[in-house]
């Protein structure tokens, strides 16, 4: 087939089904499931520490997706990857029964961050602030009660969190003393990756900056 041939070639679309399909949880093993080569998600060390403690601390909180057609995983790569790196093979899995063309569409779907939402950082802060007070511990010792980076924050950005959320209620306090309402003026600046972000919110922080972490 010529080059111009494939390129008029018309793609293959995805089957239908039902609306809001149900799929089963099954009892699968990991080894049965290859990765998608095409996986556009990328997860730095850095990110995946963070998903590796809430693991230890909390469980598998969301279920990895296998298709069952094409015997590949379609969300949850990290995941899969960090249990058979910690000897788990055997796991509960969200099951579906998809051609190629549905698979793909429901990767990109399941690792989009933009239908995920964000956080109000007011009531994250009044979380975190109603949180036990405890030390991180030597997680490889399973010697521990909890710990903040269960929760895939850090305690730096923790302490940023509560202090911005004092800072914005004395501000609020200040402009209703004053009689008067103060704008904000802000730069965004675009980040390589997430390691690169934290490197210049520490910094930004030590020159006494007030900012957060946006991933947008």
């Excluded at 990290?78 to 788990?88: D, K, S, Y």
């Excluded at 007070?133 to 710990?147: G, H, K, Q, R, Y």
């Excluded at 390589?192 to 520490?202: F, G, I, K, V, Y």
Aim: proline share 4%.
């Amino acid at each position: 087939m010529s080059p111009a041939a494939k390129k008029t070639k018309a793609r293959k679309k995805p089957e239908k089904r039902s609306q809001f399909e149900d799929w089963p949880v099954e009892r699968v093993k990991l080894k049965d499931f290859k990765p998608a080569d095409y996986n556009p998600r990328l997860m730095s060390e850095n990110s995946a520490e963070r998903l590796r403690q809430s693991l230890l601390g909390n469980g598998q909180l969301d279920t990895i997706t296998v298709n069952r057609r094409t015997g590949r995983i379609v969300s949850g790569h990290q995941r899969a990857a960090l249990l058979l790196e910690n000897g788990i093979e055997e796991v509960w899995a969200r099951v579906v029964d998809m051609d190629e063309a549905s698979e793909r569409v429901a990767n990109v779907a399941a690792n989009n961050r933009l239908a995920m939402g964000e956080f109000d950082d007011e009531k994250l802060a009044a979380l975190f602030a109603e949180m036990p007070d405890i030390e991180p511990v030597d997680a490889a010792t399973l010697d521990f009660d909890w710990s903040v980076s269960f929760s895939g924050f850090t305690d730096a950005e923790v302490g940023r969190l509560t202090k911005k959320a004092d800072g914005d209620d004395k501000d609020r306090e200040k402009n209703r003393a004053d009689g008067e309402s103060k704008g904000l003026f802000k730069i965004v600046i675009e980040c390589r990756n997430e390691d690169h972000q934290a490197e210049l919110l520490a910094r930004f922080e030590e020159d006494g900056l007030p900012c957060q972490a946006l991933i947008l």
